[in-house]
C-alpha cells in the first residue's frame, strides 16, 4: 500500500523558535498534500490543501504566516511553525492523495511540544 | 454543508463479541466514503473506500457497507488488536480535495 513518512515525529523546542515538518510520499507522486492538527481524544482538523508548485490553500481561522507551507516537488510538503507558543503544541499529521485510487493516506504524525 | 456523524463515540466489546459502529453523512454527491484506523499517537491507517449505495467491502474481521444515509462497519468475533478508534470521512463531488471527517468510535476489546 501507499507509504507516507513525517519527520520528525517528535519535537521539542523553546517559544520563539520556528520548528519544520517534513512529509514525503514514498512510492508515488502526490501533487496534493495535507496538512491537519489533533488535539487529544478529537478528530482531525484540517489546517491547509498543499498543492505541488502553488500556494497552499489555508483553512478559515489558519494563520498562514505563523504555519508556512512549502510543496517544492512530487513527492515532498513541509509544515513551518514559526515563532512557536505553548498554545502551538498538538499532534500534526499530513496526508497525500494518491491519484490512481483518489485516497488520502496518512503520515505517523509529528508531536510538537513548545515549552 | 457536509455533515458527518459517528456513533457510538465509545464502544466497549467482549473479545468474540460482534458489533457495528455507524456513520451516518449529508454531502452534496459523494464522491467517495472512507474508513480509517487511527491507534493512539499515530496517524489514520486507510481500511476502506465506497464509492456507491450497496457497496461492500470485507478485510479480515471487518466489513464496511454503504447506504445513500449511512456506513457500517461491521466488526466479527473481534480481538484486542482491534482496538483503536474508527474515522469515517466523506469526500463530495464539488469540494474534490477535502476529506470531512466524523469524530471516531473509540473502540476497546477486552480478552
Known amino acids: 500500500g501507499a507509504v507516507v513518512s513525517q519527520h520528525p515525529s517528535r519535537v521539542i523546542c523553546k517559544s520563539g523558535t520556528s520548528v519544520k515538518i517534513e512529509c514525503r510520499s514514498l512510492?508515488?507522486?502526490?501533487?496534493?498534500m495535507f496538512w491537519y492538527r489533533q488535539f487529544p481524544k478529537q478528530s482531525l482538523m484540517l489546517m491547509a490543501t498543499?498543492?505541488?508548485?502553488?500556494?497552499?490553500?489555508?483553512e478559515q481561522g489558519v494563520e498562514k504566516d505563523k504555519f508556512l507551507i512549502n510543496h517544492a516537488s512530487l513527492t515532498l510538503s513541509t509544515l513551518t511553525v514559526t515563532s512557536a507558543h505553548p498554545e502551538d503544541s498538538s499532534f500534526y499529521i499530513c496526508?497525500?492523495?494518491?491519484?490512481?485510487?483518489?485516497?488520502?493516506?496518512f503520515g505517523p504524525g509529528t508531536r510538537l511540544t513548545v515549552l | 454543508e457536509d455533515q458527518v456523524t459517528q456513533s457510538p463515540e465509545a464502544l466497549r466489546l467482549q473479545e468474540g463479541e460482534s458489533s457495528s459502529l455507524n456513520c451516518s453523512y449529508t454531502?452534496?454527491?459523494?464522491?467517495?466514503l472512507f474508513w480509517y484506523r487511527q491507534d493512539p499517537g499515530k496517524g489514520p491507517e486507510f481500511l476502506f473506500t465506497?464509492?456507491?449505495a450497496g457497496e461492500e467491502k470485507e478485510k479480515e474481521r471487518l466489513k464496511a457497507t454503504l447506504t445513500k444515509k449511512e456506513s457500517f462497519l461491521h466488526i466479527t468475533a473481534p480481538k484486542p488488536e482491534d482496538s483503536a478508534t474508527y474515522l469515517c470521512?466523506?469526500?463530495?463531488?464539488?469540494?474534490?480535495?477535502?476529506?470531512?471527517f466524523g469524530t471516531g468510535t473509540r473502540l476497546q476489546v477486552f480478552p
Open positions: 512510492d508515488f507522486q502526490a501533487t496534493t
Open positions: 465506497l464509492y456507491s
Open positions: 496526508s497525500a492523495r494518491d491519484l490512481s485510487s483518489d485516497t488520502q493516506y
Open positions: 454531502v452534496s454527491g459523494l464522491r467517495g
Open positions: 498543499s498543492n505541488e508548485g502553488s500556494k497552499a490553500t489555508y
Open positions: 470521512a466523506v469526500q463530495g463531488a464539488y469540494n474534490t480535495d477535502k476529506l470531512i
